[in-house]
């Protein structure tokens, strides 16, 4: 039975960083793409980070991109993502998810399994 467990989420003034981190387990880690997807209230879980099996490939939301930076542990079965520079738009429940597939991927629908998510709120 695959489980995926995010801790790391908080409360951070705009400007602050955060470090998310998402332990999995059920599966051998390394052979599947891992994505973080951010819902906030009444809105669409959306992508904003993916990271290959390996490690070697990484996607990012425009709205992300040079803030965040997702990476993985393999040996530890762990995924992580830093958040630097939080804007009040980033308040949301995030979300760990693992791919049925090794290479990276934006879309939510290649991604079968899901953590239960980490409440990340920013204020001024």
């Known amino acids: 039975q695959v489980q995926l467990v995010e801790s790391g989420g908080g409360l951070v003034q705009a400007g602050g960083s955060l470090r998310l981190s998402c332990a999995a387990s059920?599966?051998?880690?390394?052979?599947?793409?891992m994505g973080w997807f951010p819902q906030a209230p009444g809105q669409e879980r959306e992508f904003v980070a993916a990271?290959?099996?390996?490690?070697?490939?990484?996607y990012y939301s425009d709205s992300v991109n040079r803030r965040f930076t997702i990476s993985r542990d393999n040996a530890e079965n762990t995924v992580s993502l830093q958040m630097n520079n939080l804007k009040l738009e980033d308040t949301a429940a995030y979300y760990c998810?693992?791919?049925?597939?090794?290479?990276?991927?934006?879309?939510?629908?290649?991604?079968?399994?899901w953590g239960q998510g980490t409440q990340v709120t920013v204020s001024s």
């Open positions: 990271i290959s099996g390996t490690g070697g490939t990484t």
């Open positions: 998810a693992q791919s049925a597939l090794r290479p990276a991927s934006q879309a939510r629908e290649s991604y079968r399994y």
């Open positions: 059920g599966r051998p880690f390394s052979l599947y793409a």
